[in-house]
């Protein structure tokens, strides 16, 4: 069912072609245009609202409320500290770990009071903010917070923790319950990165950008994207997703993203998006598909890493292109000497070349009038 190697070097980027002409057209194609989508969204969300602000996670946009019973693997994660405080989400793993993004506890102190700027965990409830029949409301302290080595206060890469409690939750089957991360090297077999996957995203509070905690449990759908729309230079180690209606939002950073079914499956964390919360975002997500990624949630603090962008692909060809003339596509270069695959593709989504190879050419047909071609490497 799935392909472990791909994404393990899931790195994608663009470089944009103008459009081709055939012979005798008047029009020219502009050359090659390298645009490397590598501009790192995240860093600007980061940098108008950081983790290190009261409430400035991610939470739930136009979702749906839910009980926990819908989600009883869903936990709260908190702190306060002068004052301030904080709110994530998370995920129960065991009975006494509980796993979230690095961007929620890496300035909290474990085994400090969770009031007193420590990490406290709430699990079995339905909203945050008032008693809700059914609930089975449980808190934990948090003793020992273990984070990704590659977190570096801002972005997607390494934004994972794991937290220990102090003692365990009782899970119960309804209200608190482990779920289950996806078997080793699973990825969707025909995509290296899932692109079409439906998964689900849970937590509690802003129903709007900028807005105020109200408690609930929200959850909203999303399919995972393209990660070109999501500028993720490392997106060998994330997720891109989005949902035309919805968004996670302030609040709900570390939370769980499922993929839903009999038995379901937590494949990501909610880590950063762009700021305003607007529905129809592309979001990026931790990917505990990643070997990297679920190296280090076993307990390897040292996890063997996945290939990094070190530069993009390009794209070329004569200024003037015509029918019958060749246009060549580069890949990019890697960390770590990865095998490399090069694709040229149209913008009607037509895979004009694929090789195993770090170059590859295409004689331009009477097809590719009017099309611009892009090409990327995994």
């Not at 206060?153 to 994972?160: A, F, K, P, Q």
């Not at 494949?267 to 592309?282: Q, Y």
Request: hydrophobic letters at 40%; aromatic letters at 4%; one cysteine or more.
């Amino acid at each position: 069912m799935f392909h472990p190697l791909l994404r393990l070097l899931g790195v994608l980027t663009v470089c944009v072609l103008a459009a081709v002409l055939p012979s005798g057209a008047g029009a020219a194609m502009k050359g090659a245009a390298a645009d490397g989508g590598l501009t790192q969204r995240a860093k600007a969300w980061f940098s108008a609202s950081t983790s290190k602000q009261p409430v400035a996670e991610r939470l739930i946009v136009g979702g749906a409320v839910i009980p926990i019973t819908s989600a009883p693997w869903q936990v709260n994660v908190w702190g306060l500290s002068g004052g301030s405080g904080s709110e994530c989400g998370g995920a129960i793993l065991s009975s006494t770990v509980i796993i979230t993004a690095a961007h929620c506890v890496d300035d909290k102190t474990a085994g400090a009071d969770p009031r007193n700027g420590g990490i406290g965990v709430w699990a079995g409830i339905s909203n945050i903010n008032a008693q809700t029949p059914g609930d089975n409301f449980q808190e934990r302290a948090v003793v020992e917070s273990r984070i990704h080595p590659q977190w570096r206060g801002s972005g997607t890469t390494g934004d994972v923790a794991v937290l220990k409690l102090a003692s365990p939750l009782v899970l119960d089957g309804l209200t608190a319950k482990a779920i289950a991360l996806p078997a080793l090297g699973a990825l969707p077999v025909n995509d290296p990165f899932g692109v079409g996957v439906a998964m689900s995203a849970s937590g509690y509070g802003h129903t709007v950008g900028g807005g105020t905690i109200d408690g609930p449990l929200r959850s909203v759908t999303m399919t995972i994207t393209d990660p070109d729309f999501c500028d993720i230079a490392d997106n060998a180690v994330a997720i891109c997703g989005s949902n035309p209606t919805g968004t996670t939002c302030q609040g709900d950073s570390g939370g769980p993203v499922v993929i839903p079914g009999a038995a379901p499956v937590l494949v990501g964390l909610v880590s950063n998006g762009p700021a305003g919360c607007g529905p129809g975002t592309k979001d990026n997500y931790v990917s505990l598909w990643a070997p990297e990624n679920r190296a280090f949630v076993d307990g390897n603090n040292a996890p063997p890493l996945a290939p990094r962008l070190t530069g993009i692909s390009s794209i070329g060809g004569a200024p003037n292109m015509r029918v019958g003339e060749t246009v060549t596509c580069t890949a990019a270069t890697f960390t770590g000497n990865p095998t490399v695959w090069v694709e040229l593709i149209s913008s009607d989504g037509v895979v004009l070349r694929s090789d195993n190879a770090l170059q590859t050419s295409f004689a331009l047909t009477e097809a590719q009038v009017g099309k611009t071609l892009q090409c990327r490497s995994f």
